[in-house]
């Protein structure tokens, strides 16, 4: 209400604001709105709010510093831990009676379905070849052992027969089949058959080492078409050579001249040759070719020299082209390698060995690239053995690689299956006797576990009978 000179009035009047006002450390409304005290403000907008202006922190969270403790890995601790073999358990049972694999056992029938132990020095071969895989159970076991299959029987035949009946004579099998049937435990087993009868054994134990692109390469010179050389892998080769083979190679001596970067004494040993070219990558390609020559050179009454095994694990990365380019930017096949192309040309029968051997290879089950050309070499090969008429041909929908085909026209294949009923119980007794399977191994027991194992597959076998078990 207002008063007026004519007393009390009931209309409404005009409220005058105060000239005080309350503290505040913020602009006002007012003079956010004009650009004054503070940043500008868009319509509707209360100060405040929304994100901070450039340059402005909101938040300030301390980072926790991570100490670092241990000391980083050594370059190569890593791999060498990942390919780690243990071959040997104490807490594992020591098998009673256990025989040990020896040139009359490896061929008696009587062997067959038993367990055989691999002598020592012969442990130490295998360990130099890099034939123990490490998805293979030896840390379960006291000492190796392996099963004697049927084909195991038979590859001790054939290389007893080149040491007796059939000398000179060259064989060449391409173990294949299903993932989990000891495909590389075959070529284990024909390695140390054949050191335990004296042989040389020559070992690729991953062809992807040679394929991947993971070793230096260059181009060797005077080759046409051109071909490359892997220096580091091949030095690598040759220790391999040298550790392996050294009880016979220190007993074998120069027998040829040959031109080499290096002077060489005229009856200098093998063992000494093969660790020369180990120790100087840039020799080491030269080296092996001598060291071949002088092993293939035919024995004579002043040199004598053995026979040879050549094997190959991953078949199917040779059978490709690599991850390596040549000077057009184009991917190298693996048959241009000189190491692979070395093992192909006795593979495919083009060079035999003098004093007789075996060339064998093994294809990979989880390691498996797709390679059409190879599947249908092998199956092609299958058929011809068998005597069938229908010889699988290519399909139109695929590329063969005619280079591989070529390779493999002269080489007989064995199909690895699982194992038969006696064997599994041959093989599920070991583990009992070894105390890392608790149960009795009666007819129930292996009908059950051999059903269940896919019909006998090796790896099936010991992953529900003794890994499933630990």
Not at 132 to 158: A, C, D, H, V, Y
Not at 449 to 462: F, N, P, S
Request: proline share 7%.
């Amino acid at each position: 209400m207002a008063i007026s000179p004519h007393g009390l009035s009931s209309s409404p009047s005009f409220l005058i604001p105060s000239c005080a006002a309350p503290f505040s450390t913020s602009p006002s409304l007012e003079a956010a709105a004009k650009g004054k005290g503070g940043p500008q403000l868009k319509r509707g907008q209360l100060p405040g709010s929304g994100p901070p202006g450039r340059g402005v922190k909101s938040l300030r969270i301390k980072k926790k510093v991570v100490v670092k403790s241990g000391r980083p890995p050594a370059p190569g601790e890593r791999k060498a831990l990942r390919k780690r073999i243990v071959l040997s358990n104490t807490n594992a049972l020591e098998v009673k009676g256990m025989e040990d694999l020896d040139k009359e056992t490896m061929v008696d029938h009587n062997s067959r379905c038993q367990t055989l132990g691999l002598p020592g020095p012969v442990v130490d071969q295998l360990r130099a070849v890099e034939a123990f895989k490490t998805t293979q159970g030896w840390g379960m076991f006291r000492r190796p052992g392996m099963l004697m299959r049927n084909e195991s029987i038979e590859i001790g035949k054939i290389l007893q027969s080149i040491d007796t009946e059939d000398k000179g004579r060259t064989v060449r099998k391409v173990f294949t089949g299903n993932m989990g049937n000891g495909k590389s435990m075959m070529m284990l087993q024909s390695m140390a058959m054949a050191f335990v009868r004296g042989w040389i054994v020559i070992s690729i134990p991953e062809g992807q080492d040679l394929t991947i692109g993971h070793t230096e390469y260059s181009p060797l010179p005077n080759t046409k078409p051109p071909q490359y050389v892997q220096k580091t892998y091949t030095a690598q080769f040759l220790s391999q050579i040298f550790k392996a083979n050294q009880p016979i190679l220190s007993t074998l001596r120069l027998s040829q001249k040959h031109d080499l970067p290096i002077p060489l004494q005229s009856n200098i040993s093998l063992d000494r040759l093969a660790d020369l070219g180990a120790r100087d990558p840039d020799i080491a390609w030269p080296v092996f070719e001598a060291l071949w020559a002088e092993l293939t050179a035919l024995t004579t009454v002043q040199h004598n020299r053995p026979p040879l095994l050549l094997a190959l694990d991953g078949l199917s990365h040779a059978m490709r082209v690599t991850a390596y380019r040549a000077a057009d930017s184009s991917f190298i096949h693996a048959h241009d390698l000189v190491l692979i192309r070395h093992f192909l040309t006795y593979l495919s029968g083009t060079k035999t060995l003098p004093n007789g051997g075996a060339i064998l290879a093994a294809t990979s089950g989880s390691n498996n690239p797709s390679t059409p050309s190879l599947t249908l070499a092998l199956r092609q090969q299958e058929a011809r053995a068998a005597g069938n008429t229908d010889i699988p041909q290519a399909s139109p929908f695929e590329t063969i690689d005619q280079r591989v085909m070529d390779s493999l026209k002269n080489v007989e294949v064995s199909r690895l299956k699982g194992l038969s009923r006696e064997e599994a119980r041959g093989l599920m007794e070991y583990y009992a006797a070894s105390g890392v399977l608790r149960q009795t191994v009666n007819e129930q027991l292996i009908s059950e576990k051999w059903t269940l194992a896919g019909g006998g597959i090796v790896g099936e076998l010991e992953r529900s009978t003794v890994r499933m078990s630990l």
